[in-house]
């Protein structure tokens, strides 16, 4: 059974540009969920989606958007980066919302 | 604002002891889960403890919930090298129902010395 898969692992983007991730959930897997992890702030919870609609979301500006297509494959994308989002983008699938989530390897991304 | 703190952030520990983290929230939630990261790697997940009282179990590593005092421990017991990592809580304020929306500690990084 595939795991979850996040693409592209590593990224380097300038300041003022867009990025978008993307995650591939377990097979089965309906809902996914995305954090940002830095040195700074540690784990941050970003969003959740399940069945394609963002149940939750974390406190992040409204450059930090997601969504979830009807296989439930999950993009996130950040609009005008900055510095500070320089981070390991980590993406997390599970049967339910509240079960047992697997996480892919992550999308390191470095601003400049 | 929901704050979670665990303790101690760093140990060190010699193998074959006992150790407990901390993990300490500042809201009512029944909802927690504990995670491992290894270095440069992305986490996994430990163990989800969905109600007051419950405790899991796998090799090593028990963890509990106690709701009412707002306390989850990791008990790790004889601890071996491979347990060296970090260890995060992470807390759910949306008990009830299936989403979810997690608060995380800032991790307990463990070193197990031979």
């Known amino acids: 059974k595939a795991g979850v898969t996040q693409t592209p692992r590593y990224l380097i983007k300038t300041r003022g540009q867009q990025v978008t991730l993307s995650c591939s959930p377990i097979s089965g897997h309906r809902s996914v969920s995305w954090y940002q992890q830095t040195p700074g702030q540690g784990l941050q919870f970003l969003f959740e989606y399940f069945s394609e609609t963002q149940r939750n979301k974390g406190n992040f500006p409204g450059r930090f958007s997601g969504r979830q297509f009807s296989n439930s494959r999950s993009e996130m994308n950040v609009s005008t980066l900055e510095l500070g989002d320089s981070a390991l983008y980590l993406c997390?699938?599970?049967?339910?919302?509240?079960?047992?989530?697997?996480f892919g390897q992550g999308t390191r991304l470095t601003v400049v | 604002e929901l704050k979670v703190e665990q303790n101690p952030l760093f140990l060190s520990m010699q193998e074959g002891k006992n150790y407990t983290i901390y993990c300490n929230y500042s809201t009512t939630s029944d909802r927690l889960y504990w995670y491992r990261q290894d270095p440069g790697k992305s986490l996994e997940s430990l163990f989800v403890?969905?109600?007051?009282?419950a405790v899991k179990q796998e090799g090593r590593l028990m963890a509990s919930l106690d709701t009412k005092a707002r306390l989850s421990t990791l008990h790790i017991t004889a601890a071996v090298h491979d347990l060296s990592a970090t260890y995060f809580c992470a807390v759910d304020i949306n008990s009830g129902g299936s989403n979810y929306k997690l608060t995380f500690g800032k991790g307990t990084l463990l070193t197990v010395n031979p």
């Open positions: 997390a699938s599970s049967l339910a919302g509240f079960s047992k989530a697997f």
């Open positions: 403890l969905l109600s007051n009282g």
